[in-house]
């Protein structure tokens, strides 16, 4: 018996990346899983197709997945995208683009999903932040101010629900070995080069891998989590925290 097994996830984004990684160890330590996504994968998930920008597609596919996975105890807020630049770089409408996507899509979700939750035994709500909510990057204003305001919900939202029983967790990842990251470095003047600074920046001298996200967020959406609410889990090798002598 795993600390999964009977469980059911739910985890957006599911696709690729963070969100598939996350929804793979789930579904490997017993959970049901599905997944939604613009392109959701097949079995062993349940695929759902989703748009978290559009209202009503939320709404459909959280009742879809609950009704095809026997309810909702978990759901993994994983679904966003990029933005490159300084406050300068992005129009209007790519602001309010990528906040549509990666926080407006998290609301939207949170809401269709918690009555479902409210019903489980074992509720549970992680959201995929990011290093750039704590730390101040070049070129990312947009994404940053994306992620700050995920890690202010996640605080917010733990304290809304924690009185009917569902945590509310986030996950930092630092620079990600993910296919956003890929497709800027395949666009950068000098991708080798760009990759070594990438990694150069944090401590462990590399990026930070998908499965290692998701087994971060498959802590805080565990039963071995019961007590932990509130918080925001750093997978950022030492970015936030360390300050490291230079080499020479």
């Not at 996504?37 to 009503?56: H, I, M, N, R």
């Not at 998290?106 to 290093?131: E, W």
């Not at 950068?188 to 920046?201: C, F, G, I, K, Q």
């Not at 891998?209 to 805080?220: H, M």
């Amino acid at each position: 018996m795993s600390e999964f097994t009977g469980l059911k996830a739910l985890v957006t984004g599911g696709g690729s990346g963070i969100g598939l990684a996350a929804a793979t160890v789930l579904a490997d330590r017993g959970a049901h899983v599905a997944c939604l996504d613009l392109k959701p994968p097949g079995e062993p998930f349940v695929g759902v197709q989703a748009d978290v920008t559009d209202d009503a597609s939320v709404r459909r596919a959280v009742a879809e997945a609950a009704e095809r996975l026997g309810g909702i105890d978990i759901v993994v807020n994983n679904a966003g995208i990029g933005a490159a630049g300084t406050v300068e770089a992005n129009s209007d409408e790519e602001w309010h683009r990528v906040f549509d996507v990666n926080v407006v899509g998290m609301v939207r979700v949170a809401r269709a999903a918690l009555p479902y939750l409210r019903s489980s035994q074992h509720a549970v709500i992680v959201n995929t932040c990011s290093i750039a909510a704590t730390a101040g990057l070049p070129d990312r204003a947009l994404y940053s101010a994306t992620k700050g305001a995920v890690l202010s919900l996640t605080l917010a939202m733990a304290a809304d629900h924690v009185r009917e029983g569902i945590r509310v967790n986030c996950v930092n990842p630092g620079t990600a070995d993910t296919p956003w990251i890929g497709r800027l470095l395949d666009a950068a003047t000098d991708p080798s080069a760009e990759r070594a600074a990438l990694n150069a920046r944090q401590p462990m001298g590399r990026l930070v891998s998908a499965d290692e996200v998701a087994a971060a967020i498959a802590y805080l959406a565990s039963p071995l989590a019961s007590a932990t609410t509130g918080t925001s889990l750093a997978v950022d090798g030492g970015m936030q925290g360390l300050r490291l002598r230079p080499t020479s």
